[in-house]
């Protein structure tokens, strides 16, 4: 099976739905002609295979692009557009949050809005905060919205293809960390449906539901426990919204346990979300209080060390595991 | 080219229909609970509706705003489905879910209404530029207000509709206003239209209270936007008579320059101008006002009868 990073996964699904629909375009900041230049990355070659009428350039202009999505939408293209950083969603909000996602609402069910906004997120280049906040819980609050956040290169792939010929908005957040860790891809054609949690393990012990980079830390911890004869069932959600709640409940009432784990802070973070919904709905399956590990919440911290001490890792999974174990 | 008697005839309709549509609802909007929301009306500025929308053909898009009304009746919307929805009834537009504000009637190419000031351009852009991706021989015109000028989104959406020579018409309703502000206490500039320099773009100011010089210089617009030339910026010069809102008592604008204003209406000038030309009949006039105003009350008839949508169907429409 070929060894690809997320970019390169993401790459593939770029272009095998572009060659299979024309009305698929691309926009972005440096989505063509990038001030990086690395196979490693998403939108790599595309300029060159599809020409700059289907891989825009775009000038620096966030709610220009998101709007361009927008409307080309309506219209019945396919847009996918690319937020470099995901901290700078927040210049494009406006046009995702109060159009995408809700104008077909208004329309009563009139007019379509089928795009896909690719945002790279993650903590661990020493950026610094307006380059590295996780802000898939902002993006989750809204109806309207679907929200794929992958962990493997694999799952990227076929969920990416999935957002792009789902008719409604998807937003679809790519750790950049993930990049450079290859994972196996399956060649050819498939689709992973949005809104489909994965056990990436299972375990009889206690649940990790977490997402994005968090799994690697999650099947690491996991790993070790089990030489200490504690099995860990990991439940990947590769979707937020909407939420595979059937699955995360399956699983929990089987183990009675819950640690939810997420990179992005803490208060107001979409842990919060699972663990209600789990008080909600498998109270009676639980032996023993659920925990959350996640980012502090402070803003993700330049220096080396601290943006380290910033990112969960598997030693703080580890202990909240055994605590309620 | 400047409008044919057609199109002058065509506008006169329109506006005396929107005059007729909106002086219903500030009447049905003085009856506690009869409308729910916000009621945002543009009387007295229903030649720049009328005007751009003659010039424009089925194919071509708008984008519009809050204050949207003559915009649509101009681009051929049903006044009872307008009517409708504008009452939150089920058999609406957007079956009760838009209300007044947020307007969508794709099948006459006004797909998107957005309320946020400055929220039309963007969208009109990514419209427009579906035309020229697929070679589409059609325009997008975007509707804002003198105070959506001052948004960042509108500045963003102007540079990439040049840069990319897309095929929008950038309309600026200058009525004024914006909320409880007046133009120079929010823009310095004497006028909108010059920022088109920087954006290396056409742009014009026109006098939004007449009909004629709105339409020829949509006509003369579109051309350009046509040939692949792109976007051009025009701001017509008009008033907002009534507040921003019906609810707004309007204690700001001061009521000899709301005298001056409707003093020179737009609709009486066309008429006026028409019947000097002799291009319609005062019979013809007094026909096209009895039929506007037989439209109208067949419009609230309608809507007052229908029914509101059902509580399930708050959950229909979310997704495709």
Known sequence: MQQLGMGQAVNQALREEMIRDQNVFIAGEGVGVSIHDSPMLPTHGLLEAFGAKRVRDTPVSEAAIAGLAVGAAEAGLKPIIEIMFNPFFTLASDMIVNHAAKLRYLSGGKSSFPLVVRMKSGAGFGAGCQHSHNLEAWVAHCPGLKVVMPSTPADAKGLLKSAIRDPNPVIFIEDMMLYFAPGPVPSGEYLIPIGKADVKRPGRDVTVVTWSKMLGVAMGAAEKLAAEGIEVEVVDLRTLAPLDKKTILASVRKTGRLVVLHEASRTGGFAGEIAAVVMEEAFDSLKTPLRRVTGPDIPVPASPPLERFFIPDEEQLMTAVREIV | ?320
């Open chain 2, 1 to 320: 080219m400047s409008a044919s008697k057609e199109k002058k005839l065509e506008m006169l309709r329109t506006m005396l229909l929107a005059r007729k549509f909106e002086e219903a609802l500030t009447e049905l909007c003085a009856i506690k609970g009869k409308i729910p929301g916000m009621m945002i009306l543009c009387t007295g500025q229903e030649a720049v509706g009328a005007g751009v929308c003659a010039a424009l053909e089925s194919r071509d898009a708008i984008i519009t705003n809050h204050r949207s009304h003559s915009h649509l009746l101009a681009k051929g919307a049903d006044p009872k489905l307008l009517m409708a929805e504008i009452f939150c009834k089920k058999t609406g537009y957007n079956k009760g879910k838009s209300g007044t504000l947020h307007l969508a009637v794709p099948e006459i190419g006004a797909p998107c209404t957005s309320t946020v000031v400055g929220a039309s351009p963007p969208i009109a852009v990514g419209r427009a530029f579906a035309q020229q991706y697929r070679g589409e021989r059609g325009v997008t015109v975007c509707f804002i207000g003198d105070g959506a000028a001052n948004e960042g989104s509108v500045h963003e959406a102007m540079n990439l509709a040049s840069v990319w020579n897309l095929p929008v018409i950038f309309v600026c309703e200058n009525n004024m206003y914006a909320g409880a502000q007046r133009y120079e206490e929010h823009t310095k500039a004497a006028n909108i239209s010059d920022r088109a320099a920087g954006y290396a773009m056409p742009g014009v100011a026109v006098d939004g209270n007449d009909a004629v010089a709105v339409h020829d210089s949509v006509t003369q617009a579109r051309q350009r936007a046509l040939s692949g030339q792109g976007p051009t910026l025009i701001e017509y010069k008009t008033y907002r008579w009534r507040g921003h809102g019906e609810a707004d008592p309007q204690l700001y604008q001061p009521k000899d320059e709301i005298a001056r204003w409707q003093a020179a209406c737009p609709i009486p000038r066309l008429r006026g101008d028409m019947l000097a030309q002799g291009l319609v009949t005062a019979e013809e006039v007094k026909d096209m006002e009895e039929r506007a105003a037989a439209i109208v009350q067949e419009a609230v008839r309608f809507a007052e009868e229908s029914p509101y949508p059902a509580l399930h169907e708050a959950f229909e429409d979310v997704f495709a």
